[in-house]
């Protein structure tokens, strides 16, 4: 009686399932998903840009390209062209006519392609040095539909001919570690100008990504000092361990000093930073390096 009772247990359960996995079929079949064929929504490429403006009296205005995109659907070129119009958002800092221009206003997304660049004037000639403002521009319209995420805020960064924001060519790079030295880097550097004479350096040797820095440079006498907080106070950290310069560090290999902490204003634009910095895992352990950067013109 007992293994009868458990087979007709078992086979009551098996019926159950039967039966629920074919009310699942059927409550799927009266509600099909379709995947690929959603809404195609338009917006900016970015939600955010910034544009520096190195500030001549002799051009009043630049012209910049913003990229439109969609997604949806299948996420693949369409076959049909799609519109975009868009306009400067009424809470946009910088206004239309005073800081910017738009001339067109719709563009087209080519079938077979995904983007499109939208134009704008940027009226160089009535902005003021580090009085960073954005443009705010939205997408009101499209031949598609348009994404909740519909804007984008362009910071137009104003700064004057001194300036030492820009992307640096690494003409020396030296690494040390350990009272040896390891290697020479080369690349790239990018320097973004925070406020007058203080800057924000992207990141260090090797190491790009989460290793910035500031740095501080006296007008007078082009001395450059390697700040050893960042904006908000706080200890500024390279690769883990707390950043060196030389008001307040030991430095093993290389030579911290006015000499080698400078900046030299070129006539055409080619501006020369040197710095050194480095990180502290104490004595006998500093990792230090030497930097002479070139801006690209």
Not at 61 to 67: A, H, M, V
Not at 207 to 214: G, H, Q
Not at 236 to 249: E, Q, V
Request: aromatic share 8%.
């Amino acid at each position: 009686m007992k293994k009868i009772k458990f087979i007709r247990t078992f086979f009551v359960l098996a019926l159950g399932s039967l039966i629920t996995l074919s009310s699942c079929d059927a409550l799927l079949d009266d509600t099909k998903i379709d995947f690929g064929q959603g809404p195609i929504l338009a917006q900016f490429e970015n939600t955010t840009d910034e544009l520096n403006i190195i500030l001549d009296p002799a051009v009043t205005s630049i012209d910049y390209e913003i990229p439109i995109t969609f997604f949806g659907g299948k996420n693949v070129p369409l076959d049909r062209d799609v519109t975009v119009t868009i306009a400067a958002s009424p809470d946009s800092p910088a206004k239309e006519g005073v800081e910017f221009e738009l001339g067109e206003t719709t563009f087209t997304i080519p079938a077979g392609e995904k983007t499109a660049n939208a134009s704008i004037v940027v009226l160089t000639g009535n902005l003021v040095p580090f009085d960073f403002k954005d443009i705010v521009l939205e997408i009101v319209e499209s031949s598609e539909a348009v994404s909740d995420v519909n804007s984008i805020a362009l910071t137009l960064k104003a700064l004057p001919e001194t300036t030492l924001a820009g992307t640096y060519d690494v003409e020396v790079g030296e690494y040390w570690n350990s009272g040896s030295f390891i290697a020479n880097y080369s690349g790239t550097v990018s320097i973004a100008a925070v406020s007058p004479d203080l800057y924000k350096h992207v990141g260090i040797a090797f190491w790009p990504d989460d290793n910035d820095f500031y740095f501080t440079v006296d007008p007078d006498t082009n001395v450059i000092t390697v700040l050893d907080t960042d904006l908000a106070g706080e200890p500024t950290l390279l690769n883990g361990s707390p950043i060196m310069n030389c008001a307040k560090s030991v430095f093993e290999m290389v030579t911290c000093d006015d000499t080698t902490n400078k900046q030299t204003l070129m006539s055409d634009g080619k501006h020369i930073v040197e710095l050194t910095t480095g990180y502290d895992r104490g004595t006998g352990a500093t990792r230090e390096f030497l930097e002479k950067l070139v801006r690209q013109n």
